[in-house]
């Protein structure tokens, strides 16, 4: 018999950069039982004089998304880690996603490592409102890729290709649209509501 290996049951977050997705993200996972994992940030803790880190440093400077198969191979290292660190228990945890998958690529990779069970859509109808985000974060956390109005621009347009296919990836009844530009604590308010009344619960 050949024993399917179970599915990682998420909550994807995605929205353009500046959206939200982080600190919601960060917030999720200080609830027991939830598990957050930000590809942004796994990226950013390569050290940056290694082979790994300077091909992030090399696409994310000019805004563009790693290659597709770099980025899920070590988002896997990643969770696989954690998962031997007892951080992540698969069995009971409920994993919160945010920044992968980025685009329909990697959504199909992942499929028989995810079951989503819902897609939490942060929107927001003015970019000006998140660039300002964006600038305000470049000078706290130190971050290149926030830093420069080119480079915010081209992140936006790829995020514009990229987001119609891989939300026509997943049915339309595992998408909730959020207001984004919502406060931090209205934007929580509203997930938590939508996470309360999810079928799965976690076991913390
Ligand atoms: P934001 O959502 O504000 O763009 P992130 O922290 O999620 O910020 O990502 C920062 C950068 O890391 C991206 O611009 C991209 O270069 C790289 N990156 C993050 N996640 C992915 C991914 N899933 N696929 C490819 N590149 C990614």
Redesign the pocket.
């Known amino acids: 018999m050949i024993v399917q290996p179970m599915r990682y049951r998420t909550i994807l977050l995605f ?5 939200g ?2 600190t919601q993200g960060k917030i999720l996972g200080t609830i027991p039982g939830y598990h957050h994992c ?7 803790r390569l050290q940056p004089e290694t082979e790994l880190g300077r091909t ?1 440093l090399e ?2 400077s000019q ?6 198969e770099f ?2 191979r070590l ?1 896997r290292e990643n969770i696989q880690a954690e998962t031997q660190a007892n951080l992540f228990n698969p069995l009971n945890h409920l994993l919160v996603l ?6 329909r690529r ?1 959504a199909e990779i992942l499929q028989e490592t995810l079951e989503v069970l819902i897609l939490l859509n942060l929107t927001c109808p003015d970019n000006r409102k998140l660039i300002d985000r ?1 600038q305000r974060r470049a000078l706290k956390e130190n ?1 290149l ?2 830093a420069n109005l080119e480079v915010i621009q081209r ?1 936006f347009q ?2 514009e290709q990229e987001t119609r296919d891989l939300l026509e990836f997943y049915t339309p009844n595992l998408v909730q649209v959020i207001d984004a530009t919502q406060s931090p604590v209205q934007v929580l308010r509203t997930i938590l509501n939508i996470l309360a009344h999810l079928d799965h619960q976690p076991q913390p």
């Open positions: 929205g353009a950069p500046g959206s997705k982080g930000s590809c942004g940030e796994v990226f950013r992030f696409y994310s805004g563009r998304l790693v290659p597709d980025t899920v988002w945010d920044g992968i998958p980025r685009n990697q964006m971050r890729d926030d992140r790829i995020y």
